[in-house]
């Protein structure tokens, strides 16, 4: 009646005081943890409080959502095509370092890749501008971009109306400006989402062991980018001393005491292992029942029985399912073999604004995406005369 049992996901409620506010799925809950800001509904929330299949939020009218509420419509990175990628990115580092002709460097993609030479100009150009500000990190150098907001950034976002309709496009006030205090480092570490998001999780709590205080994380299949205070940067020595592979998985278990996907991972943990019955003599029990029980049974077996098999079977799978903490270890075994660059860097450069754009898309999702696109293109741009002409 139960063998086999494959738990399902449903929706979770949120509640913004009395009001039910919409609807989240459960995989997007478990990515959270006390105190994130996000955006549902037209409004800017902050987690307060988990229940069964419902979760209790807080208005943050003016603050900047800590968290994406949507990852994009992409496929993760498979560990095979990261490889090819550094390697491309390898090889046309050494072209460009050695000055070869752009036509010549399209012409040996054309060649090599069987690509179009309109991809092939693309993939030059990209590169191109990356240098003009950077670097481009290699098999051999590992890249940390530091990018500080100007406090005179002319970027304006906007806050919809307090509505129970959805907000229109552009409608509502200014919502804020860039955050002169808050320090973007970006590390350019190409092993796919997963592994990214298990090592972005590792290194902001050591980062808040070290120097205190919470670091804001995106993540990317191309690397991550922690959002710190000032008193929480770092050089890069420091930044070195943080990128070991002692105590990844202790570390990591810490780092998710204070998250939700251990709890949510665990209902589903439950049900397979029949501590949880989906079904009873004579009935089927609802969703609600299934996840209240898996609740009840979690906060018993964490505060009294922290060893529990099932409850090490949630842990194990949230790291290295929901997370790759296999990969993460091997790119930090062999992260102190190449050389280290931290470069300051005026404006988002093209490597990071993928990951930027993670971090400010609830904010762009009140103006035109494209608009939203041209305007970081035309502020990079504007950077760019101010220390060469641009590439062609």
Same mark, same amino acid.
């Given at each position: 009646?139960?063998? !086999?049992? $494959?738990?399902?996901?449903?929706?979770?409620?949120?509640?913004?005081?009395?009001?039910?506010?919409?609807?989240?799925? +459960?995989?997007?809950?478990?990515?959270? =943890?006390? !105190?994130?800001?996000?955006?549902?509904?037209?409004?800017? #929330?902050?987690?307060?409080?988990?229940?069964?299949?419902?979760?209790?939020?807080?208005?943050?009218? !003016?603050r900047l959502p800590t968290v994406p509420s949507w990852n994009a419509n992409k496929m993760p990175l498979a560990s095979g095509l990261a490889q090819e990628v550094t390697r491309l990115r390898t090889r046309l580092a050494a072209r460009l370092e050695?000055?070869?002709?752009?036509?010549?460097?399209?012409? /040996?993609?054309?060649?090599?890749? *069987? $690509?179009?030479?309109?991809?092939? %100009?693309?993939?030059?150009?990209?590169?191109?501008?990356?240098?003009?500000?950077?670097?481009? &990190?290699? %098999?051999?150098?590992?890249?940390i971009e530091l990018y500080r907001e100007p406090e005179d950034d002319g970027e304006e976002f906007r806050e919809p109306e307090p509505s129970l309709m959805p907000p229109k496009r552009g409608a509502g006030r200014a919502m804020r400006k860039p955050d002169p205090e808050r320090c973007h480092f970006f590390f350019h570490s190409l092993i796919g989402r997963s592994a990214n998001d298990a090592l972005s999780r590792i290194i902001a709590h050591r980062v808040k062991e070290a120097v205190g205080g919470n670091a804001l994380v995106t993540i990317d299949d191309y690397g991550f980018l922690l959002s710190v205070r000032q008193f929480q940067e770092l050089g890069l020595e420091e930044w070195r001393d943080l990128f070991h592979a002692d105590n990844l998985e202790a570390d990591l278990r810490s780092a998710l005491a204070?998250?939700?996907? #251990?709890? /949510?991972?665990?209902?589903?943990?439950?049900?397979? !292992? *029949?501590m949880v019955p989906r079904n009873l003599p004579g009935a089927e029990r609802r969703l609600k029942q299934l996840r209240w029980s898996g609740e009840i049974l979690f906060q018993v077996l964490s505060k009294h029985e922290p060893d529990h098999p099932l409850l090490e079977q949630a842990i194990r799978e949230a790291t290295h399912v929901f997370l790759d903490l &296999?990969?993460?270890?091997?790119?930090?075994?062999?992260?102190?073999?190449?050389?280290?660059?931290?470069?300051?860097? &005026? #404006?988002?450069?093209?490597f990071s604004f993928g990951i930027y754009a993670s971090k400010i898309k609830e904010s762009m999702l009140?103006? %035109?995406?494209?608009?939203? $696109? +041209?305007? *970081?293109?035309? =502020?990079?741009? =504007?950077?760019?005369h101010r220390h060469e002409e641009p590439l062609e």
């Amino acid at each position: 009646m139960n063998i !086999g049992t $494959i738990a399902s996901e449903g929706a979770v409620r949120v509640y913004l005081g009395t009001r039910r506010l919409g609807e989240v799925e +459960e995989s997007f809950v478990k990515n959270l =943890k006390y !105190g994130d800001i996000f955006v549902l509904a037209g409004r800017t #929330v902050r987690l307060v409080e988990t229940g069964v299949m419902e979760i209790t939020v807080e208005a943050a009218d !003016g603050r900047l959502p800590t968290v994406p509420s949507w990852n994009a419509n992409k496929m993760p990175l498979a560990s095979g095509l990261a490889q090819e990628v550094t390697r491309l990115r390898t090889r046309l580092a050494a072209r460009l370092e050695a000055n070869e002709p752009p036509a010549a460097t399209s012409d /040996w993609l054309v060649e090599d890749y *069987l $690509i179009s030479s309109v991809n092939a %100009d693309a993939i030059v150009k990209h590169c191109r501008n990356q240098c003009r500000f950077s670097a481009i &990190p290699t %098999d051999s150098l590992f890249l940390i971009e530091l990018y500080r907001e100007p406090e005179d950034d002319g970027e304006e976002f906007r806050e919809p109306e307090p509505s129970l309709m959805p907000p229109k496009r552009g409608a509502g006030r200014a919502m804020r400006k860039p955050d002169p205090e808050r320090c973007h480092f970006f590390f350019h570490s190409l092993i796919g989402r997963s592994a990214n998001d298990a090592l972005s999780r590792i290194i902001a709590h050591r980062v808040k062991e070290a120097v205190g205080g919470n670091a804001l994380v995106t993540i990317d299949d191309y690397g991550f980018l922690l959002s710190v205070r000032q008193f929480q940067e770092l050089g890069l020595e420091e930044w070195r001393d943080l990128f070991h592979a002692d105590n990844l998985e202790a570390d990591l278990r810490s780092a998710l005491a204070e998250s939700q996907l #251990v709890k /949510w991972q665990f209902r589903g943990v439950a049900q397979t !292992g *029949l501590m949880v019955p989906r079904n009873l003599p004579g009935a089927e029990r609802r969703l609600k029942q299934l996840r209240w029980s898996g609740e009840i049974l979690f906060q018993v077996l964490s505060k009294h029985e922290p060893d529990h098999p099932l409850l090490e079977q949630a842990i194990r799978e949230a790291t290295h399912v929901f997370l790759d903490l &296999p990969r993460a270890a091997q790119f930090l075994a062999g992260a102190h073999q190449m050389q280290w660059q931290l470069i300051e860097v &005026p #404006v988002v450069t093209p490597f990071s604004f993928g990951i930027y754009a993670s971090k400010i898309k609830e904010s762009m999702l009140l103006e %035109d995406p494209e608009e939203a $696109i +041209e305007r *970081l293109w035309k =502020k990079f741009e =504007k950077a760019g005369h101010r220390h060469e002409e641009p590439l062609e």
